[in-house]
C-alpha cells in the first residue's frame, strides 16, 4: 500500500489473480479523500510606457496562484475503469500526476494499493538519443524489475509495439514518427504488469489498427482485475471503454457516475457554455 499520510498498513490477504488486499478496505485500488492541488506560476506583466522607459523595455514578474484540485474524493475498486473528461485545465492531467505520485498534495490525503504505471504523455521521458530497445530496457529498470525480468520483457514490449509495422524498436527514437512514440510509450506501460494503471490520450495517437490493438490491451488489463484511469477527450472512448466516469471542471469534481450519465452531462454543459458565450458576442 502507498500512503501520503502515513496510514498504518495491517496483515494483507490475497483475492483474485494474487492481489494483495488490506482488511479494511475490501477490494478497492485508489482512495482519495478531500486532494487539494495548488502550484504558483509566474508571468510578466506588461509595462506601461512610463514603466517600460524607466525599466528599459522590462515588465514586472508577477506571482499566480493555481488551484488545480480543489478537494476532491472519491473511491476506485479493482476490475473498474474511470473515464476522466472535462475541457483542457480541467485538472485531468494533474490528478493523474497525484495519483502516480509526481505531484505531492498540497492537502488531503492519496491511497493506493499495488504497482501503478503511468502514461501521462505516450513517448515523454524517452531518451531521444537511445533506440526503442534500449529506452524499454531503462524503463523496466525504472519500474522495479530485475535485470532478467527486463530482459523478458523487453522482446514482449518490442514485439507489441512493432506489431503490424516495419522493425523500427532498433533505431534512434529521434527517428520515431509520433505513432512509433505512441507504440512504445503505450507497449511499455501495459507490459510492466501494473496493478493501477493510468492512460492519458493514449487511443487518440496511432493508427486505426494500434486503437483497436490498445483497446483490447486494455479490456485484457481489465479482466485481470486491474484498476485504470483513461484521460481522454474522446467521448465516445469513454463510453466504450469505462465503466465509471469522472468529470473535472476547473479543479472541481462535478460529476462521477456511469459513463453514458456523465458524458452527456458534460455535453449539455459544453452546450449551455457556448451558448452563453456566443449570446455575449453578439
Known amino acids: 500500500m502507498s500512503s501520503l499520510s502515513g496510514s498504518t498498513e495491517r496483515a494483507p490477504r490475497r483475492t483474485r489473480d494474487g492481489f494483495t ?19 504558483k506560476t509566474t508571468f510578466e506583466k506588461r509595462p506601461t510606457l ?40 480541467a485538472g485531468k492531467s494533474t490528478l493523474l500526476r497525484a495519483l ?24 515523454v521521458g524517452f531518451n531521444n538519443a537511445l533506440t526503442g530497445r534500449e529506452n524499454i530496457i531503462l ?45 512504445v510509450g503505450f507497449s511499455v506501460g501495459v507490459h510492466m504488469d501494473p496493478d493501477i494503471l493510468m492512460v492519458d490520450e493514449a487511443l487518440s495517437t496511432g493508427d486505426a489498427g494500434f486503437r483497436e490493438r490498445a483497446a483490447a490491451k486494455l479490456e485484457e488489463l481489465r479482466a485481470k482485475s486491474r484498476a485504470m484511469f483513461f484521460v481522454s477527450h474522446g467521448l465516445a472512448s469513454v463510453r466504450e471503454l469505462c465503466d465509471d466516469c469522472i468529470w473535472l471542471d476547473h479543479g472541481n469534481l462535478m460529476m462521477r457516475g456511469h ?21 455575449e458576442e453578439v
Open 21 to 39: 488486499l488490506e482488511p479494511d478496505r475490501k477490494d478497492l485500488a485508489v482512495r482519495v479523500q478531500d486532494l487539494r492541488i495548488t502550484y
Open 50 to 89: 512610463k514603466q517600460a522607459v524607466v525599466r528599459f523595455g522590462r515588465g514586472t514578474r508577477q506571482v499566480h496562484t493555481v488551484e488545480a484540485l480543489k478537494g476532491i474524493s472519491f473511491d476506485v475498486k479493482l476490475g473498474t475503469t474511470v473515464g476522466v473528461i472535462g475541457a483542457n485545465g
Open 100 to 123: 502516480a505520485g509526481i505531484l505531492p498534495p498540497t492537502s488531503g490525503h492519496i491511497e493506493t494499493w499495488g504497482k501503478a504505471s503511468t502514461m501521462l504523455a505516450l513517448g
Open 139 to 183: 524503463g523496466g529498470l525504472a519500474a522495479g524489475l530485475s535485470k532478467k525480468a527486463v530482459r523478458e520483457r523487453a522482446e514482449q514490449v518490442a514485439e507489441w509495439a512493432e506489431a503490424g509495422t516495419d522493425p523500427f524498436i532498433d533505431r534512434p527514437m529521434r527517428t520515431y514518427s509520433s505513432g512509433q512514440n505512441a507504440r
Open 259 to 279: 459513463p453514458d450519465q456523465v458524458t452527456e452531462a458534460y455535453l449539455k454543459f459544453l452546450h449551455v457554455k457556448n451558448s452563453e458565450q456566443n449570446s
